[in-house]
């Protein structure tokens, strides 16, 4: 059992996805701290993965890397950026991390002859995992994830029935977020979604305590009466969770509702501060308001999916910030570049700056090859991440140093691999050892990792003269040491390598105003009040290239 301090909220969704559990339970989380509490956000996921790490970014968008190394749901990021509390392996639960335990204490006769079921088994697994690695917060705001009525979703709802049959009222909150859809024809919202989610929900055992309602437009005073009637729901804990024009509103938003009031008034807080949301709204008003825009072209391969790049958009938006611009991104399908270059002449010629992420695979290799090597001739501030590194390495390594076959291993076996397979890397724990026979999932080189940097250049500089850096990563291939010579004879220097030399981190082409491409994830740690430095450099970079132009 938990410790009694400790009370639980937990958010379910209805109706349909998408409709922004992960932000709610995360402006939640804001506004608690800015109450004075502290706060611990936990994501229950449905689905039978053990992980999303193998997951394609077209289903479920993009994998968030904690810091301990594990890959998990994109709204982990927004977690993090919104109450800039580390998340943990901990607060990522999935259906198949469930069932492989309680199927491993099977096997092991843990349960001593017993016939295993949902119910207590898994129930009894989940709740293990909600109580988990807790000490002296506050409020634990725990999403679920999918939607209710879901198969595969039933046994984490009987868990938080179970939870809330438990502890009671004083400690645990059900907040249920359903659709208030606007129906043109009739010229009204329509609540009928919103009834049949809740009762489905108490179904289940469970009475939703809060109802936040999407809606593109305010909820009349009249129907806020109906909700409450019909889902049994006090009329001011109806909120409307209204169509905003930057994510960072949400919090602003919720608090003008009285969404944190509400739940401090569940619990029977009355001594709680009131928050103090000027920073909030002073952030709001620079993305609103900018002195300046730059223009920046990605360049990647899911490009029609923008929640396969979340937290990279949102760390281009915090650089912006900084530098009080409008980012505008075009985005560049790079398969499409590579086979309609034409297409996008005037995108690629006309931008600020141009940016290659992360990706795995040899698909769309030529378009991203394509515009770094535009990037690096016409003097382009140029930021590749992960994959985006490599392939810099390898341009550079066939139209600089004339290594017309350099390759990678994860797309090519013939040729020179300048971009090897990563088999063997130091750890705190110890020495880290993969083979190509190893599962896809777990084999990468996954969390925080420190880089050294070298004095004097760019990046060392982006970070404020700092000599060593720790950040995330999430990649199998590493740039093989044995070109860095070569490589960085022709300009392209190695400015951040692991502690013990063997590992190139970041690189930098001296011949150029600003060229960096790094091997690790800064976008997973860029917050909305504390932008990313390569970010904030970045975009900087961009600003001046656009008004030499």
Not at 136 to 160: N, Q
Request: charged residues 25%; proline residues 5%; glycine residues 8%.
């Amino acid at each position: 059992m938990p410790n009694q301090h400790t009370r639980f909220i937990f958010v379910t969704g209805g109706v349909l996805s998408s409709l922004g559990k992960g932000l709610a339970a995360a402006s939640l989380a804001a506004l608690l701290q800015l109450r004075g509490y502290k706060v611990r956000l936990r994501k229950l996921e449905p689905y039978i993965n053990v992980d999303p790490g193998t997951m394609s970014p077209y289903q479920h968008g993009e994998v968030y890397v904690t810091d301990d190394g594990a890959e998990t749901d994109l709204d982990l990021g927004h977690y993090e950026r919104f109450t800039n509390v580390t998340a943990t392996k901990a607060d990522a639960v999935t259906t198949g991390q469930i069932y492989s335990e309680v199927i491993a204490k099977e096997r092991r006769g843990d349960f001593l002859g017993a016939t295993v079921m949902v119910v207590p088994h898994i129930t009894d697994a989940i709740k293990a995992k909600i109580f988990a690695d807790l000490e002296d917060e506050d409020f634990l705001i725990c999403e679920i994830g999918g939607t209710v009525g879901d198969i595969e979703g039933l046994p984490y709802l009987e868990a938080i029935r179970q939870i809330g049959h438990e502890l009671g009222n004083s400690r645990t909150l059900f907040l249920h977020l359903t659709l208030l859809p606007y129906i043109p024809s009739a010229g009204e919202l329509k609540t009928k979604p919103s009834q049949h989610s809740v009762k489905e929900l108490q179904g289940m055992g469970i009475q939703p305590d809060i109802l936040l309602c999407r809606c593109s437009q305010p909820i009349p005073h009249e129907m806020k009466q109906k909700l409450s009637l019909f889902c049994n729901i006090q009329p001011d804990r109806v909120i409307a969770a209204l169509d905003v024009d930057t994510i960072y509103q949400v919090p602003i938003h919720y608090h003008e509702e009285g969404m944190d009031r509400a739940v401090c008034d569940f619990f029977g807080l009355k001594d709680s501060k009131v928050p103090d949301l000027t920073p909030w709204k002073n952030l709001v008003q620079k993305i609103r308001e900018p002195e300046g825009k730059v223009e920046i072209a990605i360049v990647g391969k899911y490009t029609q999916h923008k929640d396969a790049y979340k937290s990279l958009v949102e760390a281009i938006t915090h650089g912006g910030v900084s530098q009080n611009v409008d980012v505008k991104v075009h985005w560049i399908e790079s398969e499409d570049f590579e086979e309609n270059p034409q297409k996008y002449d005037e995108i690629i010629h006309s931008v600020n700056g141009i940016l290659v992420p992360g990706g795995f695979g040899k698909r769309g290799t030529g378009g991203k090859l394509r515009a770094i090597q535009y990037a690096r001739e016409n003097k382009v501030p140029y930021l590749g991440i992960c994959f985006g590194m490599q392939l810099a390495v390898i341009e550079f390594c066939r139209n600089v140093l004339g290594i017309e076959n350099a390759t990678s291993t994860e797309f090519c076996e013939a040729g020179e691999p300048v971009i090897c397979l990563l088999k063997e890397w130091l750890s705190a724990s110890g020495y880290e050892t993969r083979t190509e026979a190893d599962d896809l999932g777990g084999s990468m080189r996954l969390g925080a990792y420190p880089c050294n940097l070298k004095k004097g250049t760019k990046a060392y500089n982006a970070y404020g003269s700092k000599e060593q850096i720790s950040e995330r990563h999430r990649h199998r291939y590493e740039v093989n040491m044995l070109f860095k010579d070569q490589m960085e004879a022709q300009g392209l220097i190695f400015s951040g390598l692991s502690p013990d030399g063997h590992l190139p981190e970041v690189i930098e082409n001296v011949n150029h105003p600003w060229f960096v491409g790094v091997q690790f994830h800064p976008e997973l740690k860029s917050r909305p009040f504390g932008p990313h430095p390569l970010f904030a450099a970045f975009i900087n970079a961009a600003l001046q290239q656009s008004r030499i132009f």
